[in-house]
């Protein structure tokens, strides 16, 4: 049984799943002049292009850097708060995949915010690029478009 069976009652196994995925999946790449970051709640992956240092380095955050990870994610987290009233018919498919969508580009916002500097200081060139990468959107999506909530029908014998 999934979330398309009966509603949320007793699929918190789901539900959970969504929230591991929120912890796991990246929230997007980041660009610099010299360095490529892919962030995720717990864990980031930064590649130097260019420069003597260049390669590449993986590493799990500690459980004090979440906190900036998860507010990142606060949208995705409504995200999946969304898909399940989906399910419990209490808002729309498209609705839904709004939300997703809003979630996804905060990776956008945030390097536009720490990009903010190079307006106002003279010489710095220090511009960064976020580029979301969306993959709980897309898996929020075909889990709603291949599993549609179930319809309770009426009996052509039950009175309407």
Do not use: C
């Not at 049984?1 to 591991?20: F, I, K, N, Q």
């Not at 360095?35 to 390669?55: A, D, E, K, M």
């Amino acid at each position: 049984m999934s979330l398309a069976d009966t509603g949320v009652e007793g699929h918190l196994g789901e539900v959970s799943a969504l929230v591991a995925l929120i912890l796991l999946l990246p929230l997007g790449a980041i660009f610099d002049e010299e360095l490529l970051t892919i962030p995720s709640v717990t864990w980031i992956i930064n590649y130097r292009i260019i420069g003597p240092n260049q390669g590449m380095s993986f590493s799990f955050l500690s459980p004090a850097d979440w906190m900036a990870g998860l507010l990142l994610s606060l949208p995705r987290f409504l995200f999946v708060r969304q898909i399940v009233r989906y399910y419990e018919g209490r808002t729309s498919m498209k609705r839904t995949l709004l939300i997703g969508l809003l979630g996804e580009l905060n990776t956008l916002w945030y390097a536009l915010l720490i990009s903010l500097p190079v307006l106002f200081i003279p010489g710095l060139r220090y511009v960064r690029l976020g580029v979301p990468i969306p993959f709980l959107l897309l898996i929020g999506w075909s889990w709603m478009a291949y599993h549609p909530p179930r319809q309770d029908t009426q009996s052509w014998l039950e009175p309407r």
